[in-house]
C-alpha cells in the first residue's frame, strides 16, 4: 500500500489560515491517477465518513462539505505531485486531524463529495487545532 504524506498542520488562532499538503515519499507514484480527499477526525470521535474536500482525477471537479464552503480551497498540482487544501477564517470545530486519501473509483468526486469506502490509500494525518 502507498503511503501518503501530509504536512502543513498546526496551532492557529481562530480566523487565522493553514495550507496543508498531500503527497507522496513513494517514488514513481503520482497522485495525478487519483481522486483525492481530505477527511478529518476531531477529538474523542470516530474519523468522518464523507470527505470535507475532494477533487477528481483531473482537477475539474472540487468540492466541499458545507461548513467549509467559502473558507476552504483544495487544488491539485501535478508537476509536484501534490494536492493542497488552503483553510482560510478557521474557526475552534475545525479542530481535528486531516487526512488525504487517493482513490481510484471512476467517478470519485465527480461533482459530488465522497466517502471513505472509495479511497484505497491513506496517509496518517496532521493535527490542526484552532484556538478560541
Known amino acids: 500500500q502507498v503511503q501518503l504524506v501530509e504536512s502543513g498542520g498546526g496551532l492557529v488562532q481562530s480566523g487565522g489560515s493553514l495550507r496543508l499538503s498531500c503527497t507522496t515519499d513513494?517514488?514513481?507514484?503520482?497522485?495525478?491517477?487519483?481522486?483525492i480527499g481530505w477527511f478529518r477526525q476531531a477529538p474523542g470521535k470516530e474519523r468522518e465518513g464523507v470527505s470535507v474536500?475532494?477533487?477528481?482525477?483531473?482537477?475539474?471537479?472540487?468540492n466541499y462539505e458545507d461548513s467549509v464552503k467559502g473558507r476552504f480551497t483544495i487544488s491539485r498540482d501535478d508537476a509536484e505531485n501534490t494536492v493542497y487544501l488552503q483553510m482560510n477564517n478557521l474557526k475552534p470545530e475545525d479542530t481535528a486531524v486531516y487526512y488525504c486519501?487517493?482513490?481510484?473509483?471512476?467517478?470519485?468526486?465527480?461533482?459530488?463529495?465522497?466517502?471513505?469506502?472509495?479511497?484505497?490509500?491513506w496517509g496518517r494525518g496532521t493535527q490542526v487545532t484552532v484556538s478560541s
Open positions: 513513494v517514488s514513481g507514484f503520482s497522485l495525478d491517477l487519483y481522486a
Open positions: 474536500s475532494c477533487v477528481n482525477k483531473d482537477g475539474t471537479s472540487a
Open positions: 486519501a487517493a482513490g481510484a473509483v471512476r467517478y470519485a468526486c465527480d461533482g459530488r463529495l465522497a466517502i471513505k469506502w472509495e479511497f484505497d490509500y
